[in-house]
Structure formats: C-alpha cells, structure tokens
C-alpha cells in the first residue's frame, strides 16, 4: 500500500505580490489527482485567486472537475529536471534526494518553479494519527526586510524561529511574521499558510519552528526554509475553527 502524497498549487499575483493556494495536486502510487480548491470560498482560495486577476489553467479548464491521470499531467511534469540530463544524478544529490526519488518527491524540494512563472508547489500540514503535526515552508518577503549584513552568521540550521502575529499589516489580516529568538525580522510565513498558523499560535497551541536549510546565495525565495512542528492537542482551548484549516491539512494514515 502506498502513502498519499500531497502538494499545494499556489499562483502569485505579480501585481498584488500576494500568493493564493489555488489546487491540490496528490499522488496514490498509482494515479495523479489535480482539484481547485473552489469548495471554499475563503482567503487566498481559487475563488478568491479569480477576484484578484488569476485566469484558470488552459490545462484544467473545469473550476470544478477533479482531474485524474496514470502519468503526472503535462503542465506540471514540464516542471521536472529531465532524467535525461547528463548531470541528472547530481541534480538529485543536490537536492538531497535518492536516484529513485518519483515526480512528487521532486517537485516538493524544486518547488516547480521555473524562472518567470506564477505558480509554485508547496507543503501542506501533514497531521499524524497521534495528533503530531509538520510543514516545511520558505520564508516570504526576506529581500524586503531590513536585515543586518551579518544575518546569514546569526543563524545556522536548527537555530530556533518565533511566530508573530502582525496585527498591524494593512495588506493581510492573518499575516504571520518570523523573527530570530532575538527579534530579528526574517520575513513572513507563507501567505497560503498564515491563517493556520495564526490560529494555532492564537490557541495556544504548542509550536516549534527550525531554521531547516539557509541557501543565502539563491534568490531570495529560497533563502531559509522552515520546518514547523507541533501537536492539535496542546491547544489551551481546544476549539479550532475548520476555516482557518481548509485545503491545508493532509492527514497521514
């Protein structure tokens, strides 16, 4: 039996510089399911996404047909380092992932992305039997904070991040900043993802975020990735509003 596999399709409005988690790409070990999120209509959903300037992939051209196939679709497989590349074997080493490592696999720690394009793929919370959580994410927004020149030297990986609330952004309301354990402003959590971690940070729910990689010498997107662990059951009031946590959590079996 094979574990499900999931990625977020986020598309970011280059107008806006917002980001909106438009569909959810899965793999069973057989087949590949690509869905809108268009059951929701809440923040920074397809529907929302539409408002802001986002047009529907020529390639699903159905908001509301839950697309299946044996192959990874065309418009995302194009996305993946050809295995034909001479170098193939070292772009997987560099990517710290084994010869074997499938289309899934691959597109998580690339992130799809390709110079000039809107869309990216990124982790969704992944909640275990046992209540125990995980996501890894990039922190957004680094290139427009007012970081000290020496910022790669005060952070390593495993250092210790802080989630705040920025309940002063004009531009989003569920904005979550993260700082160093010293207060240094990094960035943003992923605008796809901020209104979970709000809310988790909000009920008090036990969170631990890690600096996982530093890749300074990258484009600003793939400066510092987090890893963000935690557990449902530590939340002080125990209420959670489903909401907050639509389309976002992949719950493992």
């Not at 299946?68 to 993946?80: G, K, T, Y």
């Not at 295995?83 to 992932?97: A, H």
């Not at 000039?116 to 209540?131: H, I, K, M, Q, T």
């Not at 971690?197 to 975020?209: C, D, I, N």
Request: glycine fraction near 6%.
């Amino acid at each position: 039996m094979h574990s499900i596999k999931s990625l977020l399709v986020v598309w970011k409005s280059k107008e806006k510089n917002l980001y909106f988690h438009i569909g959810t790409l899965s793999y069973d070990g057989e087949k590949y399911i690509f869905e809108y999120t268009h059951h929701s209509n809440s923040h920074r959903k397809v529907l929302d996404a539409v408002r802001n300037g986002y047009r529907i992939h020529p390639a699903f051209p159905d908001v509301h047909k839950k697309y299946i196939a044996a192959s990874l679709f065309p418009a995302f497989d194009r996305r993946i380092p050809s295995s034909d590349r001479v170098d193939y074997k070292k772009v997987l080493k560099d990517l710290n992932l084994p010869f074997g490592a499938d289309r899934m696999d691959i597109l998580r720690e690339t992130r799809g992305i390709l110079s000039g394009d809107a869309y990216s793929f990124e982790e969704p919370l992944r909640v275990y039997e046992n209540n125990q959580f995980e996501t890894n994410f990039y922190i957004n927004g680094m290139r427009h904070q007012d970081l000290p020149e020496n910022w790669v030297s005060r952070l390593s990986v495993g250092s210790s991040l802080q989630a705040i609330p920025d309940y002063d952004n004009e531009f989003d309301p569920y904005a979550v900043k993260m700082e160093t354990v010293e207060g240094i402003q990094l960035g943003y959590v992923p605008g796809v993802s901020a209104q979970a971690v709000k809310a988790l940070v909000e009920r008090g729910v036990q969170l631990s975020f890690y600096v996982k990689e530093i890749k300074s010498t990258l484009a600003p997107q793939w400066w510092v990735r987090v890893n963000l662990i935690g557990n449902l059951e530590t939340a002080s009031d125990g209420i959670f509003n489903e909401k907050d946590f639509e389309g976002l959590i992949f719950k493992v079996a």
